[in-house]
T-cell receptor, first 118, second 115 residues
Framework: AQTVTQSQPEMSVQEAETVTLSCTYD???????LFWYKQPPSRQMILVIR??????QNATENRFSVNFQKAAKSFSLKISDSQLGDAAMYFC???????????????FGSGTQLTVLP | ETGVTQTPRHLVMGMTNKKSLKCEQH?????MYWYKQSAKKPLELMFV???????ENNSVPSRFSPECPNSSHLFLHLHTLQPEDSALYLC??????????????FGEGSRLTVL
């Protein structure tokens, strides 16, 4: 079974600065997807960014970018120009691209609580 | 309307009570999910429904009973719960099959406290 590890339970960043959240995963698959989800306080969890394992280019979405190191099984999230609204719990998630239905479910990490300091 | 709506947002119940959590999605998706979120732990997948049929039961105790009457609605019936079942229960939906890019659309969750 796949596992996803987020080794930073809490992180903080000064407003307008850059912060990187770490994620590692354990998988023997060759085709899979990786995700970062954001869960603001008392609000819905939303997708921040997605990376397909077969793509060498790191995904970017405005101020959010990833550093995907396939050989190292590492998938970190970089948030540039941090804003107060970025404060949230961030979850890393993995999904196999296997044809097996159960294997295609998302496996989540335990989350990193990000605080943005004004 | 928000895409995925969960009610109630907060629920307090005794161990002998019977209650239900409700989830409704207006996104036209055919797959729906229940997750359990406990503090400092990864989200735990509980159940998956695809086109109203249960396709995944992740070894969930029988005191949790899901129901999916149609692709837009999902229930989680609760009975004889334990204090360790206190958690945030998240409902999610997604397209099925080839339309599924892996992204889940979540509700705001139902915060359950078992006394």
């Amino acid at each position: 079974a796949q596992t996803v590890t987020q080794s930073q339970p809490e992180m903080s960043v000064q407003e307008a600065e850059t912060v990187t959240l770490s994620c590692t995963y354990d998988s023997s698959e060759s085709d899979y997807y990786l995700f970062w989800y954001k869960q603001p306080p008392s609000r819905q969890m939303i997708l921040v960014i997605r990376q397909e394992a077969y793509k060498q280019q790191n995904a970017t979405e405005n101020r959010f970018s990833v550093n995907f190191q396939k050989a190292a099984k590492s998938f970190s999230l970089k948030i540039s120009d941090s804003q107060l609204g970025d404060a949230a719990m961030y979850f890393c998630a993995y999904r196999s691209d296997s044809s097996s239905g159960s294997a295609r479910q998302l496996t989540f990490g335990s989350g990193t609580q990000l605080t943005v300091l004004p | 309307e928000t895409g995925v709506t969960q009610t109630p947002r907060h629920l307090v119940m005794g161990m002998t009570n019977k209650k239900s959590l409700k989830c409704e999605q207006h996104l036209g998706h055919n797959a729906m999910y229940w997750y359990k979120q406990s503090a400092k732990k990864p989200l735990e997948l509980m159940f998956v429904y695809n086109f109203k049929e249960q396709t995944e039961n992740n070894s969930v105790p029988s005191r949790f009973s899901p129901e999916c009457p149609n692709s837009s609605h999902l229930f989680l019936h609760l009975h004889t719960l334990q204090p360790e079942d206190s958690a945030l229960y998240l409902c999610a939906s997604s397209p099925s099959g080839g339309l599924n890019t892996g992204e889940l659309f979540f509700g705001e969750g139902s915060r359950l406290t078992v006394l």
